[in-house]
């Protein structure tokens, strides 16, 4: 049987813009843990809250992509108030407690959106809806902009890090917390604005994966635990490694798709999460610990 | 430092007196004891007449939240109902509700506390296939019947039968038997993407063994885990010369294929057929107009076109709309999983009439009643007439194979239930 190169460059193509939502999800998630070591387990019902504002704000104007920034602010202001409220007081304890109150959070998120909007999914219309030969498929130029608009989001980011003068502030908290205070930075605003925007990234993939799921209030979980897996494999906190992580396992996924079932396909996630946990803990995509 | 003081200041500044405990204690009792004054509804109708206790486990958290929530709304009209007009044998029914929380462990676990702690007499419900297929040892253990109320996994009724539990609904055999013909005669090859866990493998299976009966021919099958978000890396892998694409999938999952299928032009490449599930009337608003052109099979459509044009199906209809109204401001239609928990509760009345149910200790006799029990159509079964075979406990009924036109199903065909029927497959312990 010879090698099946169409399907191998679907699979690339599938495997880069899953990857990058994930990369989008996944780098929320590093990020508040590499600054507050909080493992947030209500980060999918963050991206759930951002899909619906999506839904509630192009109800009211019909534009998606007042709709996306909407639910980026909302969801961030969302996310400030819930560190300040629930993980603030938390702060310097057993990590146990901050994974009990986001598992808690993440509960009553996923409960409150299944009281306030029902059991039935809703729509968010994507912005265009055209598509282009791929082969034997028709591919939908909507998952590319998801893509871009995924990388936009981190590449700015990332710029923002690396030049920001907040950026700055971000990068000194992470590295030495007492130092950083020490030295003037307001370390607790910090980690509010730090979860903030965590929370929004999360609210920027929600709003842009909608179109291709239906809103529900389960919509987070599949892709927060690839996420958590991705954070793993990348390196906790590290943000680079996320991304890459993400692209990486997503290819593998689509990859193995091609030989093997999807079920076994999935599989293959879990297997690099085992054998980066046994081999190289601190992840695959740091340098290597002295 | 600084920070930290100011921080435990907020938070521990309420102190706790003995004053302010008893204080509250004393205002928590009261609320309590008012609650217990106001008697449950049923009883100012029946007095003192001793209540049925009738527990249902729905998953009503968890990945199968959206449909234990319809669900659960069907046995509580089914239940109002029964206590608005007199109720069972002259006894008010009691509904003692459960949540599975949609996990196999914790449905068995809550199933165990309705048939020890809330010593239920019998129990009308299930959702997800794994946790029913979990829960049926349970039922049989203490010797209780258990009506389905949604499980489709056709082991229920065959290999894992058991006599205490009852489907009073279809399973994919019959479906199979309705539909096959329909689909060999819209294209000969045929492609199953389905449901990787019990539900859709043993649905799969029925489709593919009918299909090829009625001369048709399976390419390929393609099963995507339960729950995946992102379909489109599998979905492309399907191509091939066949006719028609096949889904088996239900609530969010059927959302997700629905929406990339059609992105992926799969649907308007081959012919699109799929379980009815796919296209309920709670996963349409998400599907839009990419589900247009979709054709399935259902036990329960929400139209009112022959033969759903009674004025029982009327009354169905407006009580259901209402009360789902109350919990999806939407207002969505009424589905199969309203539906079918609805006449499964009142396949239970009939069979407690006719057995003279008194309690557990009936359980033999209210078995005899329900088995080959005959369901006419009318208030009780709006959806139409159903027999509930004695061999293996498994209701045949009629089946609607309809088109998606317009945002709305509309039925192509009427398959009555005598051809619906598939031999039985069971054997009781």
Same mark, same amino acid.
């Given at each position: 049987?010879?090698?099946p190169?169409?399907?191998i460059i679907?699979?690339?193509?599938n495997?880069?813009?899953?990857?990058?939502?994930l990369a989008?999800?996944?780098s929320?998630?590093?990020?508040?843990f590499?600054?507050?070591?909080?493992?947030n387990f *209500?980060h999918?019902?963050l991206?759930? @809250?951002g &899909?619906? #504002?999506?839904?509630v704000? +192009?109800?009211?104007?019909?534009s998606f992509?007042?709709?996306?920034?909407? *639910?980026?602010l909302v969801?961030a202001? @969302?996310? &400030?108030? #819930?560190?300040?409220?629930? +993980?603030?007081p938390l702060?310097?304890?057993d990590p146990l407690?901050?994974i009990?109150a986001t598992?808690g959070?993440?509960l009553?998120l996923q409960n409150y959106?299944?009281?306030?909007?029902?059991?039935?999914?809703?729509?968010?219309q994507?912005?265009?809806t055209g598509?282009f030969?791929?082969?034997?498929?028709e591919?939908?130029?909507?998952?590319?902009?998801?893509?871009?608009?995924?990388?936009?989001i981190?590449?700015?980011?990332w710029?923002f890090?690396k030049?920001g003068?907040?950026?700055?502030w971000?990068r000194a908290t992470t590295?030495?917390?007492?130092?950083?205070?020490?030295?003037?930075?307001?370390?607790?605003?910090v980690h509010t604005?730090v979860?903030a925007i965590?929370?929004g990234m999360?609210?920027?993939?929600?709003?842009l994966?909608g179109p291709l799921?239906g809103?529900n209030?389960?919509?987070g979980?599949?892709?927060?635990?690839k996420?958590?897996?991705?954070?793993?494999v990348?390196?906790m906190?590290?943000?680079g490694?996320s991304?890459?992580?993400?692209i990486?396992i997503s290819?593998l996924e689509?990859?193995?798709s091609?030989?093997v079932?999807?079920?076994q396909?999935?599989?293959?996630?879990?297997?690099?999460?085992?054998?980066t946990?046994l081999?190289r803990?601190?992840?695959l995509?740091?340098?290597t610990?002295? | 430092?600084a920070?930290?003081e100011?921080?435990?200041?907020l938070?521990y500044?309420g102190k706790?007196t003995?004053?302010?405990?008893?204080?509250?204690g004393?205002?928590?009792?009261?609320a309590l004891?008012?609650?217990?004054?106001?008697?449950a509804?049923?009883q100012a109708a029946?007095?003192?007449?001793k209540a049925?206790?009738?527990g249902?486990?729905?998953?009503?958290?968890?990945?199968?939240?959206a449909g234990g929530?319809?669900a659960?709304?069907?046995?509580?009209m089914?239940?109002?109902?029964?206590?608005?007009?007199?109720?069972v044998?002259g006894?008010?029914?009691?509904l003692v509700?459960?949540?599975d929380?949609?996990?196999?462990d914790v449905?068995?676990r809550?199933?165990e506390?309705?048939?020890?702690e809330?010593?239920?007499?019998?129990?009308?419900?299930g959702?997800?296939s794994?946790?029913?297929?979990?829960c049926m040892p349970?039922?049989?253990?203490?010797k209780?019947?258990?009506?389905?109320?949604?499980c489709?996994d056709t082991t229920i009724t065959?290999?894992?039968?058991?006599?205490?539990?009852?489907?009073?609904?279809?399973?994919a055999?019959s479906?199979a038997?309705?539909?096959?013909?329909?689909?060999?005669?819209?294209?000969?090859?045929w492609?199953?993407?389905?449901?990787?866990?019990?539900?859709?493998q043993s649905?799969?299976?029925?489709?593919?063994d009918q299909?090829?009966?009625v001369?048709?021919?399976?390419?390929g099958t393609?099963g995507?885990p339960l729950?995946?978000?992102?379909?489109?890396?599998?979905l492309?892998?399907?191509?091939g010369n066949?006719?028609?694409?096949?889904?088996?999938?239900?609530?969010?999952?059927g959302v997700?294929i629905?929406n990339q299928?059609?992105?992926?032009?799969?649907?308007?490449?081959?012919?699109?057929?799929g379980d009815?599930a796919?296209?309920?009337s709670?996963?349409i608003?998400?599907?839009g107009?990419k589900?247009?052109g979709?054709?399935?099979?259902?036990?329960?459509i929400p139209?009112?076109?022959?033969p759903?044009?009674?004025?029982?199906?009327?009354?169905f209809?407006?009580?259901a709309?209402?009360r789902?109204?109350?919990?999806d401001s939407s207002?969505?239609?009424?589905?199969?999983?309203?539906?079918s928990n609805?006449e499964?509760f009142?396949?239970l009345?009939?069979?407690m009439?006719?057995?003279k149910?008194?309690?557990?200790?009936d359980t033999?006799?209210?078995i005899?009643?329900?088995?080959g029990?005959e369901?006419k159509?009318?208030?009780d079964f709006p959806?139409?007439?159903?027999?509930l075979r004695?061999?293996?406990h498994q209701?045949?009924?009629?089946q609607f194979?309809f088109e998606i036109k317009?945002?709305?199903?509309?039925?192509v065909?009427?398959v009555?239930r005598?051809?619906?029927?598939?031999?039985?497959?069971?054997?009781?312990a």
């Open positions: 049987m010879g090698i190169w169409d399907l679907i699979q690339t193509v495997g880069v813009v899953t990857g990058m939502i989008l999800v996944a929320g998630l590093t990020l508040i590499g600054i507050m070591d909080v493992v *209500a999918g019902e991206f759930m @809250l &899909a619906y #504002m999506g839904v704000v +192009l109800a009211t104007s019909g992509w007042l709709a996306l920034v909407i *639910a980026v969801v202001l @969302l996310g &400030a108030a #819930m560190q300040i409220v629930t +993980l603030r702060l310097g304890r407690t901050t009990l598992f959070i993440s009553v959106a299944l009281w306030q909007f029902g059991p039935v999914a809703r729509k968010i994507e912005p265009f598509r030969n791929l082969f034997y498929l591919y939908p130029y909507y998952r590319l902009l998801i893509a871009a608009l995924s990388g936009a981190i590449g700015g980011f710029l890090l030049y003068k907040y950026g700055i971000i590295q030495d917390r007492v130092m950083a205070q020490a030295m003037g930075i307001p370390v607790p605003l604005a979860f965590g929370a999360a609210a920027a993939s929600g709003v994966f799921v809103v209030h389960m919509m979980l599949d892709w927060v635990l996420a958590f897996i991705v954070v793993v990348g390196g906190g590290n943000l490694g991304v890459l992580a993400a990486f290819l689509a990859y193995a091609i030989w079932n999807p079920s396909a999935v599989i293959a996630s879990f297997i690099v999460l085992i054998l946990l081999f803990p601190t992840g995509f740091v340098p610990p002295k | 430092m920070d930290r100011a921080f435990d200041d938070w500044r706790v003995r004053r302010t405990l008893i204080g509250y004393a205002a928590t009792a009261g004891g008012a609650t217990m004054l106001v008697p509804p049923w029946f007095g003192q007449a049925y206790k009738i249902t486990t729905q998953p009503l958290s968890g990945a199968g939240a929530k319809t659960l709304v069907g046995v509580q089914a239940v109002d109902r029964i206590n608005k007009s007199g109720g044998n006894r008010p029914v009691e509700i459960a949540d929380e949609s996990k196999p449905g068995r809550k199933t506390k309705l048939l020890v809330d010593k239920v007499d019998a129990h009308v419900g959702f997800l794994n946790i029913c297929l979990a349970v039922y049989e253990e203490y209780i019947v258990n009506i389905i109320g949604v489709l065959t290999t894992k039968c058991n006599r205490y539990t009852f489907r009073p609904f279809d399973y055999p479906q038997v309705a539909f096959a013909p329909q689909l060999v005669k819209m294209g000969k090859r492609h199953i993407a389905y449901a990787d866990y019990s539900w859709g649905t799969k299976d029925a489709y593919a299909i090829k009966k001369g048709g021919e399976i390419a393609t995507i729950g995946t978000a992102d379909m489109t890396p599998f492309s892998k399907i191509s066949f006719d028609g694409l096949f889904g088996i999938f239900f609530g969010k999952d997700t629905g299928a059609f992105d992926l032009g799969l649907t308007k490449k081959y012919k699109w057929a009815g796919i296209a309920e709670t996963n608003p998400a599907l107009s589900i247009e979709f054709i399935g099979i259902n036990r329960y139209v009112f076109e022959p759903l044009n009674t004025p029982a199906h009327k009354k209809f407006d009580d709309k209402a789902l109204k109350q919990i207002g969505p239609d009424p589905d199969r999983y309203v539906q609805y499964a009142n396949a009345k009939l069979g009439e006719k057995s149910f008194r309690g557990r200790e033999d006799k209210l005899a009643a329900l088995e029990l369901m159509e009318g208030d959806q139409g007439d159903k027999l004695k061999e293996d209701a045949f009924l009629r194979i317009g945002g709305k199903p509309k039925i065909q009427v009555d005598e051809k619906t029927v598939f031999p039985p497959a069971c054997k009781f």
